[in-house]
């Protein structure tokens, strides 16, 4: 019955590893789309999003069956709860980066503003900070996911950036640019919350592996985090 329970287990590592690839390979298309101003590109990640919804709900199924069926305890059952939250906050991701690819389709028929500097470093903090919090559930590794959250106030110094410029060197300068930087405006703030959710994947993760909660409580990353559980 254990040897069942543990494949079963491994099977769920398997497909939140599977949906977090998922979210990453969304991000990354949707601003290629932005930098290429493809519509088709934009177009595929607004359709792929369902094989994101459906996922998520199969692992969903997959906890309830095991909590039902198997009645885990202590350290499983605290890891199969947290996986039915954190997939609600990839699909979220998922969302976000479908904003994007529908910000672009505003734009496509429209010469990007300026060149892309600063959007493309908040896209690969996103996809980074994804992968790790995603990498640190799996492995119970509170480390990492502690260095995840110390990345999230990057992201929000590079969103600010883009903000600050699109707003002063642009649309204050000159109000017909704003159909042209205000998708992008968004297009920063959709990725500023992508990180946000990555960012509450790995509080999640600091609290299952030390009990800290350091939601609202960055001070706590400086004490020591078990890296298993």
Known sequence: MQIHFDDELTGL???ILKMGAMVEDAIFKSVESLK???AEGANK???DDKQVDELELKIEDKCLDLLALRQPM???LRFITMTMKITTELERMADLAVDIAQRVLDIVDKPLLKPLVDIPKLTAIAQEMTNKAINALVNKDGALAGSVIMMDAE???????VQQELINDYMARDPKTATRAVPLLLIARHLERICDHATNI???VIYLSSAKIVKHHPEKLDQTIDHRL
């Open 202 to 204: 790995a509080e999640e």
């Open 155 to 161: 992201a929000d110094n590079l969103r600010n950036v």
């Open 74 to 76: 202590a350290v499983d």
């Open 36 to 38: 290429n101003l493809d």
């Open 45 to 47: 990640v607004i359709s």
């Open 13 to 15: 590592k398997s497909d």
